[in-house]
């Protein structure tokens, strides 16, 4: 059920340059593909923790709870 909900994901990632993917062999023997961020997507990144945090210190705000930062 994972891959089919992950592998969508992965792609619609590496297609938007937020990911870049590469195949490599593991120690098993079997290649496998490895993903890994690029520049974009480190940017992308800590934009989306931004608004997160936002939203959530707003809750904790409302909630009279600690809020946090980055």
């Known amino acids: 059920m994972v891959g ?3 592998y969508p994901v992965l792609h619609r990632l590496e297609g938007e340059g937020l990911i870049r993917a590469r195949w490599s062999e ?3 023997g079997r290649e496998r593909k490895y993903y890994r961020l690029t520049q974009k997507g480190q940017k992308t990144l800590r ?22 930062s980055i």
Do not use: D, I, R, S
């Not at 923790?49 to 809750?59: A, D, I, S």
């Open 47 to 68: 934009a989306e923790q931004g608004q997160w945090l936002t939203v959530h210190n707003t809750l904790c705000k409302l909630w009279k709870l600690k809020t946090t």
């Open 26 to 28: 593991a120690e098993t």
């Open 4 to 6: 089919g909900m992950l």
